[in-house]
Each structure stands twice: as structure tokens, then as C-alpha cells.
């Protein structure tokens, strides 16, 4: 990925806007994921459903499949109704023509398969065509069934539900790289799981105190490393990112590293811990470096290297001054995403106003971007944008004092091999790419027109 001054060669794919007959606070997407090729994207939402993508040889993503995942429910014992907001997709790795993902609410895990069918059985001894028993006394042949060619179909249907585990709300999922088992994380636990046992799990780190008085720190985020099936990193609210080793013993509350940068004390502040507490962690590819995001930054951390991280990249620094503000809209309670691209060289997290930024390691260079329904014009280039704290330089400058704080990327997704991501902006999907010449040059990036049934809607709805 290059970065050039004038612009940024990542270019629209397809936007897609989920504007299903519901409510718009069901059509809301919480959480995007491509699989390990590329070639699927899940999205889920806040009403339950499952989306997933598949990209055409033209490069376009296109509606693969669409199902509804969870549904609502209510703890009688507790009195507490259970969303059916997907909180994490994660897929697991390919092993036969059919696809399988793991999809968790507050509460649930669900492990969904989705296979195709193009070939249906005729020739039932004891049903007719429409699955009804015969009458056995008029069956006085036997036949022998065929297959017959039929439209495509595609199914999901639930193969595992993984329940009762978790005391409180579930926020992170991770595959192991063993393909046998993952691992799920509400506030205080993290359980482990096998793939085909639903009726129990392990416990392997607890934070719980006996009083919960002397509660100090919730967990926010944990995921496996990507070769090591025996090394998991999980962070909290404090700031601290823990690497565990599952070889030393069962229960991982002793940590083997801890990962956190001390705070200058002239500097702290009653939102320094606020905005520390780590909102996401990303293993890079090579499985070397950790990718953790708090509300202000984006940090890059050297498994071999504990005191402090070998890269810090602000993200909106000009918010500092908006703390008290955020604090009281809730809006510094926020949980941003961050991404690597496939070679670990680029980094990617969203921001306020709709927008996200990409840092270049090598060069160093940092490029803010809008998803949003004005780039949605055919042969349109995405431009630049600035965020200026004083007077504007541009006239397509934006004043901080103007960012809507009601529109905000909290979910991004980066291809695991090419230069494609996909932007969650409220209920909008938005799929951008890297546009390359065929002799390998980058050429000036183009809108594809989106498909008859994803077409641009000429008005945004109001959130």
C-alpha cells in the first residue's frame, strides 16, 4: 500500500446498504470479518442476522447468504432480557466445500454450517414428492432414487450452540490454530472450548474477586495467536495486555508477558484510564507483533519486548480537549476496531465523523478517509481528508469543533492477501480497493456500479 499526497489509490467496490423492513437500530452492523481466503465476508448485526458476501471473479462482493443467527431472549432467573445482537463472527479454516463460522451474542455461540446444493433426490420409495409418508400398502415396487439438477441453493443451518458458560456479556471469540478448539471472553472469564462438546468448557483465566468491591479491571478483548495453538493475549480496561502460555499451567491468571506503557504522572488525568483501556487486539500474520487499540491510539507491540510498544500512532489526538465532552455523551466509552493488511505493513482503525485511518509503517505516513454516500458517484477517487484544530488551511478542511460524533467507524476488516477492506458505518457496508494496472502500477481508482439490487439509495436515512 502507497501512500501519495493528492490521494489514496483505494477505491469503491460496492456499498451496500442493509435497509431491510425493520428498525434502523436492528439494521445497525456490529461486526465484520472476511475468512481466511478472502473470498467470503461475514457481517452480523444488531437484530441477529448473519450477511456473508461472496466476491464474483469480477471482483465484486455480492449477497452470498443471509440468516438470522440469534433471537432475543429472557433470563427469567436474572430478569435479564438477552439481545440478539451479533457481537463476533469468526470463520473457521476451510476443510471441505462447506463453510463454517462461529457467530456469539451476550450469551450464545452458535456454530453455523453453509454449504450449497444443486442437486436434489427424486424417486422416494416410502415419501412423495413432498416428503409425505406413503401408504405402504400401495408401494409395490421398488425404485431406485436419482439426483436431478435444481437451482442453486444455499444453506445455513446450526450444527452447535454454546450456552450457559458465561456469567456476563461475551465480547470476543478466537479460533485456535489447532482447528479443534477457540476460546470466548466476557468481562472477568475466558473460557476454552472444544468444537464438538457444547455441554462444557474450561476455565482458564478468571479475574474475579471474592468481593466484587475490590473489583479493579474487566476484560475487553482476547484472541489466540495465530501459529502458537498454546499462547493467547487478552487486555483490559487498565491499559494492560497479558500473553499467556496455556503450557504452564491450566489456569492463565499468571500471565507469561504483560504489555503496558507507563503514564507519565504530570500528565494523568480522570480520563487516563479511560481512554487506556484496550478496545481491540490483532496478532499481526508472521504471529511477531501485537496490534492494540484504546480510544486515542494504536499501538504496536514486540512479543519480545514488554516495557513499552515499538510503534504509537494517534489516531484523532485533537480530541483531547473533547474529553469532558465524550465523557458526558458517552461517546469515550467507544470500542474502536483495528486491522493489519495481509503483509503487516499498513494499519487500519475508524474514527469519528465516519471516518478511518491508515498508517504506513515503512514510510511512516498516515492518510484519513470517508465512508460515507458522497464518494458513492461512479469513477469517483476517495480524497484525503484533514481534521484541523484551528483555523481551516483547506477549504476541505474539518473543524473539530464540527465532527458528528454520532457517526463513527467502530468496525473495520482488511482482506487477509489483497488490498481490499470493508468499513461498517452504522448500517452501511462499504467496500473499498487497491486499483493496479495489469503491469503491477498503481492506476487511478475507479467506483464499480453497484449490483441492481444494492443500488445507491439517493438519500442517507437519518440515524
Known amino acids: 500500500m502507497h501512500f501519495h499526497k493528492k490521494n489514496i489509490h483505494i477505491s469503491k467496490v460496492i456499498n451496500t446498504f442493509l435497509s431491510l423492513p425493520v428498525s434502523v437500530t436492528s439494521d445497525v ?35 452470498y447468504s443471509t440468516f438470522q443467527s440469534h433471537e432475543p431472549e429472557f433470563d427469567y432467573l436474572k430478569s435479564l432480557e438477552i439481545e440478539e445482537r451479533i457481537n463476533k463472527i469468526r470463520w473457521l479454516p476451510l476443510h471441505n466445500p462447506a463453510h ?56 445455513a443451518s446450526p450444527r452447535r450452540v454454546f450456552a450457559n458458560a458465561h456469567a456476563y456479556h461475551i465480547n470476543s471469540i478466537s479460533v485456535n490454530s489447532d482447528c479443534e478448539t477457540y476460546l470466548s471472553a466476557d468481562d472477568l472469564r475466558i473460557n476454552l472450548w472444544n468444537l464438538n462438546i457444547t455441554d462444557r468448557s474450561f476455565n482458564i483465566v478468571d479475574l474475579k474477586p471474592e468481593n466484587m468491591e475490590d473489583l479493579s479491571e474487566v476484560i475487553t478483548v482476547a484472541e489466540f495467536h495465530p501459529h502458537h495453538c498454546h499462547l493467547l493475549a487478552f487486555s483490559s480496561s487498565t491499559g494492560t495486555t497479558r500473553l499467556c502460555d496455556m503450557r504452564a499451567s491450566a489456569l492463565c491468571d499468571q500471565h507469561a508477558k504483560l504489555f503496558e506503557e507507563a503514564v507519565d504522572p504530570s500528565h494523568r488525568s480522570f480520563f487516563s484510564e479511560i481512554v487506556s483501556s484496550v478496545s481491540d487486539v490483532k496478532f499481526s500474520h508472521s504471529g511477531r507483533y501485537l496490534l492494540t487499540r484504546d480510544y486515542l491510539a494504536v499501538k504496536v507491540w514486540d512479543l519480545n ?46 474514527a469519528y465523523n465516519n471516518y478511518f485511518r491508515m ?15 458522497e464518494v458513492c458517484k461512479r469513477r469517483a477517487v476517495l480524497q484525503p481528508r484533514r481534521v484541523c484544530v484551528g483555523k481551516k488551511q483547506k477549504e476541505t478542511d474539518v473543524s473539530v469543533d464540527s465532527l458528528d460524533f454520532r457517526k463513527k467507524i467502530l468496525h473495520t ?5 489483497e488490498n481490499i477492506i470493508a468499513i461498517a458505518a452504522s448500517n ?34 437519518t440515524y
Open 413 to 417: 476488516a482488511w482482506h487477509p492477501k
Open 359 to 373: 498508517f504506513d509503517r515503512a514510510s511512516l505516513r498516515d492518510v484519513t478517509l470517508e465512508a460515507s454516500r
Open 100 to 155: 463454517f463460522l462461529l457467530a456469539t451474542n451476550d450469551k450464545t455461540i452458535k456454530l453455523w454450517k453453509v454449504s450449497e446444493r444443486d442437486k436434489r433426490a427424486e424417486g422416494y420409495n416410502l415419501r412423495d414428492e413432498e416428503g409425505r409418508l406413503k401408504d405402504l400398502s400401495t408401494v409395490t415396487t421398488l425404485q431406485v432414487p436419482v439426483l436431478r439438477p435444481m437451482d442453486l441453493l444455499v444453506e
Open 428 to 461: 452501511n457496508l462499504y467496500i473499498f480497493q487497491d486499483r493496479l494496472t495489469p503491469n503491477g502500477h498503481h492506476n487511478t481508482p475507479e467506483i464499480q456500479s453497484a449490483p441492481p439490487k444494492w443500488q445507491t439509495q439517493p438519500n442517507p436515512p
Open 29 to 63: 452492523i456490529s461486526t465484520v470479518e472476511f475468512n481466511q481466503t478472502g473470498e467470503f465476508l461475514a457481517t452480523g448485526d444488531k437484530g441477529g442476522r448473519v450477511v456473508i458476501f461472496q466476491r464474483e471473479p469480477q471482483g465484486e462482493y455480492n449477497v
Open 305 to 350: 519486548m514488554e516495557n513499552k510498544p515499538v510503534e504509537t500512532y494517534q489516531v484523532h489526538d485533537y480530541l483531547r480537549t473533547k474529553l469532558c465532552s465524550l465523557y458526558e455523551s458517552d461517546c469515550i466509552f467507544d470500542k474502536f476496531e483495528c486491522a493489519w493488511n495481509g503483509t503487516d505493513s499498513v494499519i487500519m482503525t475508524g
